[in-house]
Structures are given as C-alpha cells and as structure tokens.
C-alpha cells in the first residue's frame, strides 16, 4: 500500500528534473574531471544521450580524446571549434560549446533550440566563412547571456528555477536560463 506521507513537491520536482535529463547533467558534471572521458563509456554514452551526440565512432574518439586533454585548461569557444574542424572536416558550433561548457559550467551553450529563440542564426557560403562567423555568433551568445542575466526576468526565471528545483540550484545561473531556453520549442 503506498505511503500517504510522500511529498507531493519533491515528486514533482523530481519528475520535472528527469525530463529536463537534469539527472544525467549531475552525472556529467560529477564525473567529467574524477575519470577518463576518452576511455569511459558510460560516461560517453551519458554524455551522448544528454547532448544527441549522433556521430561516428572515429569522430567520438576525436572528441573525447580532444575533451580529456583539455579539461583541465581554460580553454575557449574558438580553440575547441577549430580543432574539431581541423580533425574532422566539420564545423561543430553546438558540440564545441557543450564541451567548454562542460569544463566551464560559465559557459553558455550553442543549442539550436536556444540559438532560435534568440534570433540568431549561422550564416556563410564556405565552411571557412561559416567557421568565422560562427566564432562571432558565439560572442554574440555571450554577450546576450551577460545582458539578460543583469534582467528582472532573467532574476525571475533563476528564482523560479530555484524554487521548482532546489536540488539543482548549484547549477550556475547560465545552465538555469539555458535549460529555459532550451525548453521553449
């Protein structure tokens, strides 16, 4: 017989969590400096499912080889952009954020849901044009975070987000708003 002295928001904000996959970003987050990403497959496959890596295996084993070694640095958008591109032929914008973002949970996160609400969009005829402008979009993104984060409604949304999901309030106020973001298709 079930209990009766469940807590009614702690279930809810439970469920809300496992559908935002909040569960799976602790676990990211947990592990992405206590082990080998370029070796762990649970990790990998974590990290696959939260951020719908659908890439090949020799384009996985660059990434992750690429993400254990600079995991410990400070590195930046342009860097990891680069290297993807140099090692596989592609320019990985939303990929490359997730990694940086990953390692600098400060760091917002190139999301095609996101980069659509704000507005934005990757332009180019080359794939060396789009890979300038997508170094620029990325400080556009940068600076639109910094902006709205000053905001009432951006105060508003991490207050609620705290409120709703108190067992997430360590995510930075960035990860709070992305996931926002990311949730209004």
């Known amino acids: 017989m079930l209990d009766m002295n469940f807590d009614v928001s702690q279930v809810l904000a439970e469920r809300l969590a496992s559908s935002l996959g909040l569960d799976k970003y602790r676990f990211i987050m947990e592990q992405v400096k206590q082990t080998d990403i370029s070796k762990n497959a649970a990790f990998q496959r974590t990290y696959n499912g939260f951020y719908i890596v659908r890439r090949n295996e020799a384009w996985r084993k660059q990434y992750y080889g690429y993400f254990e070694k600079i995991k410990y640095e400070q590195p930046v958008f342009e860097n990891i952009l680069t290297y993807l591109y140099e090692k596989t032929g592609n320019i990985e914008p939303s990929f490359s954020s997730k990694m940086l973002a990953t390692i600098s949970p400060e760091k917002p996160i190139w999301d095609r849901y996101v980069v659509t609400n704000l507005g934005l969009e990757l332009t180019g005829s080359t794939k060396e044009q789009k890979l300038c402008n997508a170094i ?42 992305d996931t926002i973001l990311w949730s209004i298709r």
């Open 136 to 177: 620029a979009l990325y400080s556009d993104i940068e600076a639109w975070y910094d902006a709205f984060l000053q905001t009432d409604k951006a105060k508003e949304c991490i207050q609620t987000f705290d409120r709703l999901l108190p067992t997430y309030a360590w995510l930075t106020d960035i990860k709070k708003v």
